[in-house]
């Protein structure tokens, strides 16, 4: 047997402490999620914070604080989404823990252990049972030693590496031991470059900023010119430019147009966006369920096509026993005399390796009276046993006991000369067709042939399973030949562990016409089999079609390769072998075809698809780098999270595109008499305070509240046309309404303030009315709403205090005549635009 003293010296000190001098070292910092200054530098340059916070600057400098108040929504909008987001992303690195902190190397022939950033190139590292390996390399020395791949390739089969082949950092070691020469270190490593790649900067496209965004773009092309006509209007008011440098009506001037510029920004929505966001986010929370980008809650309520890898996913990582049947004759037969008790001494090892232990767990299910494949009663324990542990040379372990041995292992190896094994090979491969993986129990009279002390007998426990280098009275890596004359005695069938909320998971998407993609670096027989038993359907009812992606392009990168993909994945549900890069390209080609994609994943393999899809979400027991990339973490790791998200994702998208009417009928109103100011000289109607308060009555605090309604609506594209028909004429009629109350009520030769007093209470009405579209229905809370803004507009009014802080008057009885006259034409025009439209876009009803 290869031993650890038969092994390589390693390294030298002089050649560890060259290498650490090169940089050759195994150090790297693994980023858990954006940096704090990326999350704040997303937050504060914006086109909003750019247009309203250099109007808060002339403000402050050249006009009076009070009408400074629009700057606290700038702070609230940036704080709002800055805060949320750091708080995910300190509760992110608080799980970004690597989970083997150190590492144990060869040098000068010595073992040390070190941490794992210490290792260097060329470093000889040794592996042992439930290690995680820290770095790329070529295996020197093999016993018995198998890698869980499945966070790099998505195949949850445990590989064998043997001498001269290459493991990969990131992978675990799920049984035996052995060492390997580093040969990439830190970020050369295939996991680091794999999430490096993953990690190139995106952002969540959000229909809702990106509509609201759109606007704001619009604004921007016109809100310069419009300002300086604003400014240049309002100077030729005050009797011309020089008079007005002359007596300081410039800085009036100044303060009308800036009061125009702030009017038409719809400050209100791009902050009720991100309130809504953060307030989705932290509900998410409650149920641990981690956001790191605020616009991810909406974009799961848009998903048409959910993409799923298997393993970890809608499968536990776990394997478990399926069942113990007869290797020949009817399946339902019985088990050959003392099979049961044999599987119980193979796999009943110290340090039993995931196979042995779901097979130990399995019997003890079956070992009651009158379980399923009884053979024997309850397993008892075994006295004077020898063993031979498994080996992934000779892919079998075995023991002897009481006369008799017993052989588990590969199929193919085990029942390959046995009497019978034919047959029992032709069952073999009718199970693996349905994607399960099979283990064969053979027995046979005469002991095993080869390898010290063969015959030796004791009082030790076993081989430690199957797959595993358990200790047993003979030594691994010898050259043992199976006993002649083995006869089959059972089928051992062992199958992944199906998450217990996957089914219900899946039905729920199913009914709200999301189609689930099943695609995994696994067999493709056996990833369909897991789908089945998860729920997953094909979108006509039929059978589950799975597909070997090793027949398809591996990149999406020309619209051939990507049709070719999108044709596959129209065709079928369950994609098995597919690469990590293939999986991106498979997302891509979704989204080409128009499609809203989501993607889950939990290992390094999923991280460049998480990246790629519209919407990634990692499992909270993931690799760190998917963990980084991915939108939500749903840290409980329990899949039964998402409808929740969804849940989230609609009450944000209903009720912003409710209260969305109310911030763009202001701009669009504040636009018009922005226009309509600068052309024909008069003056402006409004200081920016008394904008403030018809803001916060009509939109501000009532979008807040219905923000946070409860809605269940189903998404439907087309947001921000179904808003504008609704908004654009509303705000005309606002707008209008506002101009003819503030002309009649000059010509009539009024005081300033009873004329800037009726415009504002015009456009209060006109506010109002236009709540009660987006509140309808007018029942409860919601009628209650609609009158304590009512109310607080006339106190602001009653009260001399508030009166005065604003400039307004109380109005004199023919004013009052006026506004009521007026407003009451904004409320019938407001009323027949909605029935209009009501008429017009049935469809579109709330």
Aim: hydrophobic share 45%; charged share 20%.
């Amino acid at each position: 047997m290869t031993t650890i003293e038969q092994a390589p010296v390693g390294l030298s000190a002089a050649q560890v402490d060259e290498r650490v001098r090169q940089g050759l070292t195994n150090a790297y910092e693994e980023r858990t999620s954006r940096s704090a200054a990326q999350i704040l530098r997303a937050n504060v340059l914006t086109i909003f914070n750019g247009i309203l916070g250099t109007a808060l600057v002339l403000i402050l400098v050249f006009g009076h604080w009070p009408d400074a108040l629009f700057g606290f929504v700038l702070l609230l909008n940036t704080a709002t989404g800055t805060i949320a987001e750091v708080r995910a992303k300190r509760a992110l690195d608080r799980l970004a823990v690597l989970e083997t902190p150190h590492a144990v190397v060869l040098r000068d022939g010595q073992e040390h252990e070190v941490s794992v950033g210490q290792v260097v190139l060329d470093d000889v590292v040794r592996l042992s049972t439930g290690q995680q390996v820290p770095a790329d390399g070529e295996v020197l020395v093999s016993d018995g030693l198998e890698i869980d791949e499945s966070i790099l390739t998505g195949e949850s089969r445990p590989v064998r590496p043997g001498r001269g082949d290459l493991v990969m950092s990131g992978t675990t070691v799920t049984a035996g031991s052995g060492l390997f020469r580093t040969t990439a270190v830190g970020g050369e490593a295939y996991a680091h470059r794999l999430a490096r790649e993953a990690r190139r900067y995106s952002l969540v496209v959000s229909e809702l900023q990106a509509g609201t965004n759109r606007v704001l773009r619009w604004i921007s092309w016109v809100i310069v010119p419009v300002a300086l006509l604003l400014v240049w209007s309002q100077l030729r008011q005050a009797g011309g430019v020089e008079h007005a440098l002359g007596t300081g009506a410039w800085r009036v001037a100044l303060v009308a147009g800036i009061a125009g510029v702030v009017g038409m920004v719809p400050q209100g929505l791009v902050l009720l966006t991100s309130v809504n966001f953060a307030t989705a986010a932290l509900s998410l929370a409650r149920r641990r369920v981690l956001v790191q980008e605020l616009p991810a809650v909406e974009v799961l309520a848009r998903v048409d096509v959910l993409c799923l890898d298997k393993t970890g996913t809608i499968t536990t990582g776990r394997i478990r026993l399926g069942r113990v049947q007869a290797a020949t004759g009817p399946e339902d037969g019985p088990l050959a005399p003392g099979s049961l008790t044999a599987l119980t001494v193979l796999t009943g090892g110290p340090d039993p390796n995931p196979t042995a232990r779901a097979i130990a767990e399995g019997l003890s299910e079956l070992a009651g009276p009158g379980g399923p494949g009884q053979d024997d009663g309850p397993a008892v324990p075994v006295q004077g046993v020898s063993a031979v542990p498994f080996s992934s040379r000779r892919k079998w372990s075995a023991v002897r006991y009481e006369g008799r041995t017993w052989v588990l292992g590969a199929p193919e190896i085990v029942l390959g000369q046995a009497r019978d094994g034919q047959d029992a090979l032709v069952r073999v491969q009718g199970l693996a067709a349905q994607g399960v993986r099979v283990l064969a129990l053979a027995s046979s009279a005469d002991p095993w042939q080869g390898g010290p002390d063969a015959h030796r007998t004791d009082d030790e426990p076993g081989a430690g399973g199957p797959d595993g280098a358990g200790e047993g009275a003979s030594q691994g890596g010898q050259d043992y030949a199976l006993p002649p004359a083995l006869e089959p005695a059972a089928l051992i069938t062992l199958a992944e562990d199906v998450r217990p909320d996957a089914a219900r998971t899946l039905a729920y998407f199913r009914e709200q016409g999301v189609e689930a993609k099943v695609i995994s670096g696994d067999n493709p027989a056996t990833v369909a089999t897991v789908a089945r038993q998860a729920g997953v359907r094909a979108p006509d009812g039929g059978e589950l079609v799975a597909l070997d992606a090793r027949e398809l392009p591996t990149q999406a990168d020309t619209p051939e390769d990507r049709e070719r993909l999108a044709r596959a994945l129209e065709e079928a549900s369950v994609l098995g072998r597919v690469t990590p890069e293939q999986k991106r390209a498979l997302v891509r080609a979704l989204r080409a075809r128009g499609h809203v994609v989501a993607m889950t994943g939990d290992g390094v393999n999923d991280a460049l698809a998480l990246k790629e899809a519209d919407l990634g979400i990692a499992m909270g027991n993931g690799a760190p780098a998917t963990k980084a990339v991915a939108r939500l973490v749903l840290l409980s790791g329990e899949f039964s999270a998402l409808p929740g998200v969804v849940a989230q994702g609609r009450r944000v998208m209903a009720n912003t595109e409710r209260i969305a009417s109310l911030f763009l009928a202001k701009t669009v109103y504040a636009s018009l008499i922005a226009v309509v100011v600068a052309v024909t000289a008069m003056s402006y109607p409004f200081l920016p305070r008394q904008l403030t308060i018809v803001s916060s009555l009509t939109i501000g605090i009532p979008a807040f509240i219905l923000a946070l309604a409860p809605s269940s609506r189903r998404y439907r594209a087309g947001f921000l046309g179904r808003v504008l028909t609704m908004a654009v004429p509303a705000g005309v009629v606002a707008g209008v309404a506002t101009l003819v109350v503030h002309l009649w009520l000059t010509a009539t030769g009024a005081p300033e303030a009873q004329v800037t007093t009726g415009a504002t209470l015009v456009l209060v009405v006109s506010g109002l009315w236009l709540l009660t579209l987006t509140a309808r229905p007018l029942l409860g809370w919601r009628l209650g709403l609609v009158l304590a803004m009512a109310g607080a507009a006339v106190l602001g009014i009653l009260v001399p205090a508030v009166r005065s802080f604003f400039l307004l008057a109380w109005p004199t009885p023919g004013v009052w005549w006026v506004i009521a006259v007026v407003a009451g034409c904004a409320v019938g025009g407001i009323e027949a635009v909605h029935l209009l439209r009501e008429r017009l876009r049935p469809a579109d009803r709330a």
